[in-house]
């Protein structure tokens, strides 16, 4: 019974380990398990006492296994996930979703699309608590923390899991007096005459692709232009400013293009460059997806198919 005590009161320092295996910092572990990095180390201190072997690997670089804490975490991974996988399960019995939903999302599609429909989800279900982290940067999910990310890509990784939630349209725009100043394109090849407000990229020259619903046209169009930035909400702006012909997705776009202030240009074409015209719901594989995760989904979902968001 004695050594039984002693493997029971090392369940949780296995576990710390295979947090550890898989975010490859202390830093990041104990910001994943929400313990302090001292905590953290002292854990793992523990359970290599305890099993009379070195686990972990530090140099000035970072972390890693031995050969014994490799083989530690293989052996026990599964089981932690069965764990996971029970207690959510167990959890989603009860009235209601709760628990911290940690999600990750572009700044730009965050607060313009996500941000807005957050409130009437916590409404909903008063146990729930949202952290949302905007950056542009493909976030790591499972190293991270992260339970979910929604993004505009053309294809996500196969090492996730991904759900299409929405449809996004990207569209030329200009302010009336712009296009009065400087002319209306009639054609695509028409841009190359324009200051062109363009998504920031630093390889490769910047160009859109054009073709026309229903036909095999297709053309390419360099463009160039005195403004370009890595958000479409500045483009946005400086499109507002009659700066030039801006591409933004629609949901950047589209209050200035209802109250008027941006018009569409070429809206007889299809335009392809900037942006992913997909929106998706990424998360991390685990055998049990969380109620609130799926919840979540499904009303970001509903309200981007709802009439008034066309």
Not at 34 to 62: C, H, Y
Not at 197 to 221: C, K, T
Not at 295 to 306: D, G, K, P, Y
Request: proline share 5%; charged share 25%.
């Amino acid at each position: 019974m004695e050594r039984a005590r002693r493997l029971e009161d090392l369940w949780s320092h296995i576990h710390c380990l295979g947090i550890l295996a898989e975010t490859g910092s202390f830093t990041a572990a104990a910001l994943r398990l929400q313990l302090s990095k001292a905590s953290v180390s002292q854990r793992i201190a523990e359970l290599e006492k305890a099993v009379g072997l070195p686990l972990v690997r530090r140099t000035t670089r970072g972390v890693s296994l031995t050969e014994a804490g490799a083989h530690l975490v293989e052996q026990t991974a599964a089981a932690f996930q069965r764990i996971e996988a029970g207690y959510s399960a167990v959890k989603d019995l009860s009235a209601g979703p709760r628990g911290v939903l940690a999600m990750t999302a572009p700044v730009a599609l965050g607060r313009q699309v996500i941000a807005p429909l957050i409130p009437a989800f916590l409404k909903r279900y008063p146990d729930v608590q949202i952290q949302l982290d905007l950056s542009d940067r493909l976030a790591a999910l499972a190293t991270e923390g992260f339970d979910l990310a929604i993004r505009h890509v053309a294809e996500v990784p196969d090492t996730h899991v991904a759900s299409l939630i929405g449809e996004i349209r990207s569209v030329l725009v200009a302010t009336p007096r712009y296009l009065a100043e400087h002319g209306t394109p009639a054609v695509p090849a028409d841009l190359e005459r324009h200051d062109c407000i363009h998504y920031l990229r630093r390889s490769g020259a910047a160009a859109w692709a054009f073709r026309r619903p229903g036909a095999d046209e297709r053309v390419q169009v360099p463009v160039r232009g005195s403004f370009a930035a890595n958000n479409s909400e500045v483009l946005r702006e400086a499109a507002l400013g009659s700066v030039g012909i801006a591409l933004l997705p629609d949901f950047s776009a589209g209050s200035a293009l209802r109250d008027g202030t941006l018009v569409e240009v070429l809206g007889d074409w299809r335009v392809e460059g900037d942006f992913a015209d997909r929106l998706y719901a990424v998360r991390p594989y685990t055998p049990h997806v969380p109620r609130v995760v799926s919840l979540f989904v499904e009303h970001v979902r509903e309200a981007l198919s709802a009439p008034e968001a066309q």
